[in-house]
């Protein structure tokens, strides 16, 4: 898997820095996936994809 360039990019101290975490889970017996997001950035679930 290729890293996109902007995940590739070196931080600057002139940004800020910032964190999100996501999981993604399944269902052993349902085969049933599941993602939760968490991030400092207000309304982060607008830039999550689901469906």
């Given at each position: 898997m290729r890293l996109p360039l902007?995940?590739?990019a070196v931080y600057?101290?002139?940004e800020p820095l910032?964190?999100?975490f996501s999981i993604v889970a399944?269902?052993?017996k349902t085969?049933?996936?599941a993602?939760?997001?968490q991030s400092h950035?207000?309304?982060v679930g607008t830039s999550?994809?689901?469906g």
């Open positions: 902007l995940a590739q600057s101290a002139t910032a964190h999100t399944r269902d052993p085969g049933e996936m993602v939760a997001v950035w207000f309304s999550v994809s689901w």
